[in-house]
């Protein structure tokens, strides 16, 4: 078996390693000419630098240096197109003669321009496309808004850069990583992020791992170390749709690829950058001074990276690395977050119809963590809301908190017992991408991928012995470890066919196939007679458990672009898609799609006397088809099977039910339907594009609830249907351009309807929440909507308990968008700035229901002085109540007791708050030193200082709307429930880069 | 050079490439590359076994396959099964129909309030319908013991007979609390719903299946049992439901036979069974639920910390009082004298423990006086007529001492006491159903005895469409002689040191006892 696979990769490894050998010498070197040239900004003169240049249908090309310069070495005589391309400006082509052992000069002077028509996509068609050939709307993020941000990875990158995706952060705590969602919720089953790519390798986007439990909902998620930073050229995203058809199951969600630096043929160029700053946490939602004083501090933060690229015309590199540490906004350095990196990407040019591209990279990042919410042992919920620390408690405990001083001392001490928890993450993650191009004819081009992700992420919580009241006295040790594994192997070719009249054609088709394999162990130890250790083996009690999920999904695709007359296009295609995720027998789908997309204004009958105002308008339709399988549920892939489980009792197993089956089960599928329009106005100074998007998904996945009867619970059924929809829109503007003065705003907004619009014969049910306050699947309401229980008065108007149950709150927001702009001034100083806004939505407050659990304690008189939580004279005498005052106004008197009736269960409705906030992102100054000042030693230092989250504009005043970060189980988490967490804090990071 | 021109010529017109091309044997290599990875592909796609494979994923959970090919020695895990599951399905029976019935009040907890008065209760009641509720565990267990009645057992050759009798006993003893706190459910998944007397009839056949089984002395296991005599005082306690007065008899006399001092425990897995409501009454932390004050003696009889105290759900007094109530419906006044005077000596004769209630977040009214010194002379009326009785207030609270606690039965009523009773019927039918109460006290039996019965979870009406939300069974049934009010069995005042409860639902049963007795003859 071994020989076997040796056999079959050394000519193919050999292949590679002479090809790349080779490659360099593969051009003659003697009868041949050079093109050099300038290319320059040509509103201002300015060079630019980085700007591409590049042979048409060529592999070759180079990028301009710090003097805007460009060569292109080595060419044979002849005729050539150059095509210059910077980001922002439009690109520009030119034809030039190539002379024997001459030097030919060629300038370009482009103009910048909001429109990013001529922007090569590749998301979504398999090959590169221009943008203005897509029949559906896609995002770009550039490596300028990428190097200026300060985002740490890549769901914090996406956050307000990409119109109609929402990437809310459900925690400040390091190792978390956003919920990315993208036009609603089509399915219950597993999360709502979009799949990942990087160089057309598959990523672990997972989160929410065992590793939650007994911590109050803090989950890490592998999303948080996929950073972001010099190393990314681009990245591309497709919100669902038409346009994921080609991606296949779980392209319903959406579809996100980043792509790496390689570098380009230039001398090598070296970067140096220093960041420092600090983390001051957000504390406008704490509800105890003494937990905003003593859990918080703000940490210190700092960066220090470097990289170099370069290359020749054979072989061009680019190569990062990193180290970055934050100490963390919980005293004690306790949520530390620190991340080494290096990174390096190749591209060899073998000749040119070959070129190969390998990108790899290694991340270790280690963080500490904490336990939020209602975790047993959370100083959050202890102090904030259960008035553990309030004087009247204490002194009813017999505490001596007669002065201020001996309150301070008492909470002190008390709270230090809270601090020995030791809870700590790291993750290990390497990942390796080979891209193998090559094309025999200009009109054929194949592309070869392979690579693997791989993630390690190790956690340990462990609590030592005699800590006190806060945790066990006999101590406790949590591990848990995750190891995920994926391969990718895919092809892509594309064929243009010879075109007919007007008709061109082009023919993509290729295979993906992928597998995955996630194992977790998790251990517990308990009862530790002695101090000191930290391993299981000396803990009396010793738990264990694991789970284990290996997947494999492939597809093929096949499809056909058509463009008429270079204006009109129509893209047709189908894919097959097979997935072993629900049992060992692979499941096969088709989803087709269709769509079309015409450039209105390049026809000849489009007036002119419009186009000084309307530069250019592209119309276009396309619907599609995209399934998801349940491959990130938690611990039940296998759902077609009935399957048993076996629970520990008195020292025996025994036999429990656990999954009832259901052998019709299959994916879930989403069509979609986007239409839309990408206008520029005022001569390519405003960019509008509008989508109106409609998604149903059908036989989306719920757990539906069995029959009592039966003795199991649920089972994963496909269940009716969902829709989804709504507009998307998103302005770019370049209102000011002059040489000393630059403007441009943006803004997005998108509406969101989201539906059960079938239940598919299954009764409404409870897919989150609590019992006095699920959330719900109903017909005609959003996937997860709240119901909450008002009371209901009886006939003589005092209420008793009894109440109404009422569908009330919609957790997904039906507004929302982000907005900004960009200042430049006498081009060396640039302020940006950029928020986000949600809107329409509600939460349930469960930070709130245990403050109202625990207004309700005791009380007795020490020292003749009230003291407890709640006191009342013996006898049904009066109620003082000691803590939560406002709460406490709210309850009802129990007409038995005289006391106050407990409200959390039937006026759940107190708990539901407007979740509505807006919010700026970041705010940032950067300022490129001029030259003259340190007369050309260096190529260029940059000035940096920047604030993450600054601002809260609006948001409720109890509760961090954003975090909703309580979840059922490890299913998807459908928000509409937030709880006391540690909120993002506000970044202050100042930087310098320098270009050696 | 020629093969260089050829490649040129199909270049398109406007780049006129000369460039040199790579050498044959570089061409060949990328061409054989091209191939290994076809190869590579192909292999993939047509899933060949073997190295290259990329589709076989494992299953990791326990299948029925899994099941049919290793079914010897499965007895063993089903048996355990049953067991734990009965522990869970008796522990939130506790929390429910303690509450319900007189011998609790909710004060303040986690815990619906609605249960508190019978008539409010729905089947979307918060703590009725939990996956851990009542309902939800005794059809699990129910279901469990078909699946391994049906399955595991037929497939397992080395099953023995004591070990199916067990399973046939917790099959019947799944219905039998089906039945009594139930009026009208499926017992199969998607089937027609029965009554809670068919139910309780098949329960009846399923212990006696059990018991021919079981043999004439099968061994008796140190925690679960002995399923003989559980057998026998299941059928006592079944025929009693069903009116049969020769045979609940018959078993009665044949259970104190057998072992005059037997009692069944649900036992309890501190480690495992942690997230059952039953927490509520067994752990005392932050919640609150108030014994009605006639029965505060007996309080909380789980007395443990994590609460690992075993339940009693069968003891040798039932047989006595079923005895007795045979009896009192025969009009022989004598014997049911006797029988009752016999369970006053057994459930005195019960183990006791000496416990200290010093927390202080018990919040219940009577606790001020409970708390003090002088709650030795605190006096209880069972009703605003009846007579002052002591003795059944404990002090409580941070100054007190020790008391004795019984865990398994414990009664204020003596033999003396029973034998002065005059020789009323009705007054003898309360002292029945009060020393049913006391002794029954935490054990899940009051509410059934007072007839109501709880409604069938939410999940039910859903999940079966031949039980309709609406249709009989879906809805609480409580009796005409249930009073009214929010909590009406639980009231009670406080005037200096006498506690007056305001209903005496014991009496209230005596005064209705043709119609809460399952025997004819009243």
């Not at chain 1, 960066?303 to 170099?308: A, E, H, L, S």
């Not at chain 1, 040119?352 to 100083?379: C, H, L, M, P, Y």
């Not at chain 1, 403007?743 to 907004?749: A, N, P």
Request: net charge neutral; hydrophobic share 40%.
């Amino acid at each position: 078996m071994h020989s076997h696979f040796l056999r079959c990769s050394i000519p193919y490894v050999l292949g590679l390693l002479v090809c790349v050998a080779v490659g360099g010498k593969a051009l003659a070197q003697t009868t041949t000419g050079e093109i050099r040239g300038v290319v320059t900004d040509a509103s201002s003169g300015e060079p630019l630098v980085g700007a591409q240049v590049s042979i048409a249908d060529s592999k070759l090309g180079t990028t301009t240096n710090i003097n805007g310069e460009y060569t292109l070495r080595r060419l044979a005589p002849g005729e050539y197109t150059l095509i210059a391309k910077y980001v922002g400006f439009k690109s520009l082509s030119r034809k030039v003669t190539v002379v024997a052992g001459e030097s030919v000069k060629q300038d370009f002077a482009i103009a910048p321009t909001a429109v990013t028509a001529d922007e090569l996509i590749v998301t979504g068609q398999g090959v590169a496309t221009e943008k203005r050939k897509m029949v559906t709307a896609v995002e770009a993020i550039n490596s300028d808004r990428i190097a200026n941000s300060t985002a740490k990875s890549l769901d914090q990158l996406l956050q307000g850069n990409v119109p109609g995706l929402t990437a809310y952060l459900p925690s400040g705590m390091p190792g978390t990583g956003a919920r990315i969602q993208t036009r609603g919720i089509k399915s219950v089953l597993g999360a709502t992020n979009p799949v990942i790519y990087v160089d057309g390798v598959r990523m672990d986007n997972g989160d929410n791992f065992a590793l939650a439990s007994g911590r109050g909902g803090q989950v890490s998620s592998a999303l948080a170390d996929l950073l972001v930073g010099d190393n990314i050229e681009r990245v591309e995203v497709i919100k669902g749709g038409a346009a994921t058809t080609l991606y296949g199951s779980d392209g319903a969600n959406g579809v996100i690829q980043i792509f790496t630096k390689k570098g380009s043929a230039g001398e090598a160029k070296w970067n140096v950058g220093l960041i420092t700053g600090a983390d001051n946490p957000e504390t406008r939602w704490t509800f105890s001074d003494y937990v905003r004083n003593n859990f918080y501090q703000t940490g210190l933060f700092q960066q220090y990276k470097g990289g170099v690229t370069g290359g020749s015309e054979a072989l061009s590199y680019n190569l990062n690395g990193q180290i970055r540490d934050s100490r963390g906004i919980m005293t004690g350095d306790r949520l530390i977050d620190r991340a080494y990196n290096v990174s390096a990407g190749l591209r060899a040019i073998a000749s040119e119809k070959a070129d190969i591209e390998v990108s790899a990279n290694f991340t270790r990042t280690q963080f500490g963590s904490w336990f939020i919410n209602n975790a047993g042992g959370s100083a959050l919920n202890t102090i904030e809301t259960e008035a553990a620390f309030e004087e009247s408690v204490l002194r009813q405990r017999g505490f001596d908190v007669s002065t201020p001083q001996r309150l301070a001392t008492v909470r002190d001490s008390l709270y230090r017992q809270y601090l020995v928890l030791e809870s700590n993450e790291q993750v290990t993650r390497p990942y390796i991408t080979l891209n193998f191009n090559y094309a025999p004819t200009k009109s054929f081009n194949n592309k070869f991928i392979v690579g693997v992700d791989y993630r390690k992420n190790e956690a340990r919580d462990f609590v030592p012995i005699n800590s006190g009241e806060a945790f066990n006295a006999n101590g406790a040790l949590t591990r848990t470890d995750r190891e995920f594994t994926q391969i990718t192997l895919q092809y892509t070719g594309s064929l243009k066919l010879p075109d007919l009249g007007v008709m061109s054609n082009q023919l993509i088709f290729g295979f993906q196939g992928f597998r995955q394999e996630t194992r977790e162990f998790f251990g517990s130890g308990s009862n530790f007679a002695l101090p000191g250790t930290r391993d299981f083996d000396n803990a009396s009690v010793i738990t264990a458990g694991e789970f284990n999920f290996q997947n494999f999904t492939g597809g093929f695709y096949l499809s056909d672009q058509i463009g008429i007359s270079d204006r009109l296009f129509i893209d047709a295609g189908v894919r097959l898609d097979g997935s072993t995720a629900f049992g060992k027998d692979v499941s096969y789908l088709v989803y087709p799609k269709i769509g079309v997309a015409y450039n209105i204004s390049e026809e000849e009958f489009y007036p002119e006397s419009l186009r000084p105002i309307i530069s250019s308008v592209k119309l276009r339709a396309a619907y599609g088809v995209a399934g998801e399988f349940p491959t990130r549920l938690g611990q039940t892939a296998f759902l077609r099977d009935r399957a048993y489980g076996a629970q520990p009792f008195n020292a025996e197993s025994g036999i429990t039910f656990n999954i009832p089956g259901n052998t019709n089960l299959t994916a879930a599928v989403t069509g979609s339907l986007d239409i839309g329009t990408d206008i520029s106005l005022f001569q390519d100074r405003v960019s509008v594009e509008f989508n109106y998007y409609s998604q149903v998904t059908t036989g989306s996945f719920f757990s539906v609830p069995e029959d009592p009867a039966s003795g199991f619970v649920t089972q994963q059924r496909n269940v009716g249907r969902l829709d989804n929809n709504g507009i998307e829109l998103s302005i770019l503007a370049n209102v000011i351009q002059s040489p000393t003065f630059d403007l441009s705003l943006r803004g997005s907004v998108t509406t969101l309807s989201n539906k059960v619009a079938d239940l598919g014969g299954s009764s409404p049910f409870t897919v989150g929440g609590f019992a006095y306050a699920p959330t719900r699947v109903e017909l005609n309401q959003p996937v997860g909507a709240i119901r909450v229980n008002v009371p209901r008065p009886d006939a003589d108007g005092v209420w008793r308990g009894g109440f109404d149950q009422v569908i009330a709150g919609n957790p997904t927001p039906s507004t929302y968008g982000s907005f900004g702009f960009d200042m430049t001034l006498f081009k060396d100083l640039t302020i940006s700035a950029m928020g986000e806004f949600s809107l329409g939505h509600q939460l349930l407050n469960q930070w709130r229901a245990r403050r109202q659990v625990n207004v309700a304690g005791t009380g007795t008189l020490v020292n003749g002085v009230p003291s407890g939580r709640r006191y009342s004279e013996p006898g049904n005498g009066e109620t003082i109540y000691l803590v939560y005052q406002d709460i406490a106004r709210d309850m009802i008197r129990n007409p038995i007791t005289n006391n106050l009736l407990y409200v959390r269960d039937p006026a759940s409705t107190s708990l539901l708050t407007n979740a509505d906030w807006v919010k700026i992102r970041e705010i940032t100054v950067r300022y490129r030193v001029p030259r003259s000042l340190f007369s050309n030693l260096l190529g260029g230092i940059t000035l940096s200082a920047t604030v993450r989250n600054p601002i809260v504009l609006f948001s409720p005043t109890e509760i961090d709307s954003e975090s909703q970060f309580i979840r059922e189980g490890r299913a998807l988490n459908v928000g509409g429930i937030a709880g006391g967490t540690v909120s993002a804090a506000r970044q202050f990071r100042f930087g310098i880069d320098i270009n050696l | 050079m020629q093969t260089a021109m050829v490649f040129t010529e199909n270049h398109q017109r406007n780049v006129k490439e000369k460039v040199e091309m790579p050498s044959k044997f570089l061409k060949n290599v990328l061409l054989g590359t091209l191939c290994v990875f076809t190869l590579l592909l192909t292999t993939v796609l047509q899933g060949c076994r073997g190295l290259l494979d990329p589709t076989p994923v494992q299953n990791d959970q326990v299948t029925d396959d899994n099941l049919r090919a290793n079914a010897q020695g499965g007895a063993r895990p089903l048996l355990t099964g049953l067991r734990l599951t009965f522990s869970r399905a008796t522990g939130s029976l506790l929390t429910v129909t303690e509450l319900v019935s007189d011998n609790y009040t909710n004060v303040t907890s986690f815990v619906s309030q609605l249960l508190d008065t019978p008539r409010d209760i729905t089947g979307t009641d918060l703590t009725l319908s939990l996956n851990s509720g009542i309902y939800v565990r005794t059809q699990e267990l129910h279901a469990l013991a078909d699946f391994g009645l049906q399955t595991i057992l037929p497939n397992d050759p080395t099953t023995t007979n004591l070990q199916r009798a067990e399973t046939w006993f917790y099959k019947g003893f799944a219905l039998l609390l089906l039945s009594e706190n139930f009026s009208r459910f499926p017992i199969a998944d998607k089937g027609q719903p029965i009554s809670a007397a068919a139910a309780r009839d098949t329960a009846i056949s399923a212990f006696n299946t059990a018991l021919a089984l079981a043999g004439t002395n099968p061994p008796t296991d140190p925690l679960y049992g002995n399923v003989r005599s559980n057998c026998l005082l299941a059928l006592a306690r079944a025929y009693r439901l069903q009116g049969n007065k020769t045979l609940a008899a018959q078993f009665a006399e044949q259970a104190l036979a057998f072992n005059p001092s037997y009692v069944f425990f649900a036992r309890y897995d501190p480690q495992n069974l942690n997230s059952e409501i039953s927490q509520h009454v067994r752990i005392r932390t932050d919640n609150n639920f108030q014994p009605l004050p006639r029965l505060d003696f007996l309080d909380p009889k789980l007395v443990s910390v994590p609460g690992s105290d075993p339940i009693s759900m069968l003891k040798t007094e039932e047989a006595h009082l079923v005895l007795a109530e045979i009896a009192l419906s025969n009009n022989d006044l004598a014997t049911a004298k006797t029988r009752m005077g016999q369970a006053v000596t057994l459930a005195r004769s019960r183990p006791t423990v000496q416990f200290t209630d010093v927390a202080p977040n018990e919040n219940r009214p009577s606790y001020p006086i409970g708390a003090s010194a002088a709650a030795a002379s605190v006096r209880v009326r069972a009703s605003p007529t009846a007579p002052e009785d002591t003795g059944l207030i404990r002090r409580r609270g941070v100054g007190s001492s020790a008391f004795t606690l019984p865990t398994v039965s414990g009664t204020s009523r003596t033999v003396a006491g029973i034998n002065a009773l005059p020789n009323d019927r009705r007054v003898l039918a309360r002292e029945l159903y009060l020393l049913r109460q006391e002794i029954f006290f935490l054990e899940g039996r009051r509410m059934s005895d007072l007839g109501i019965r709880l409604p069938v979870v939410e999940r039910q009406t859903q999940g079966n469409p031949n039980m309709p939300f609406g249709s009989e069974g879906t809805l609480v049934s409580v009796p005409e002689w249930i009073p009214t009010g929010i909590a009406a069995m639980n009231q009670f005042t406080i005037a200096g040191s006498v506690i007056t409860i305001q209903f005496d639902m014991n009496q209230v049963i005596a005064d209705n006892i043709a119609r809460v007795s399952p025997f004819s003859g009243w």
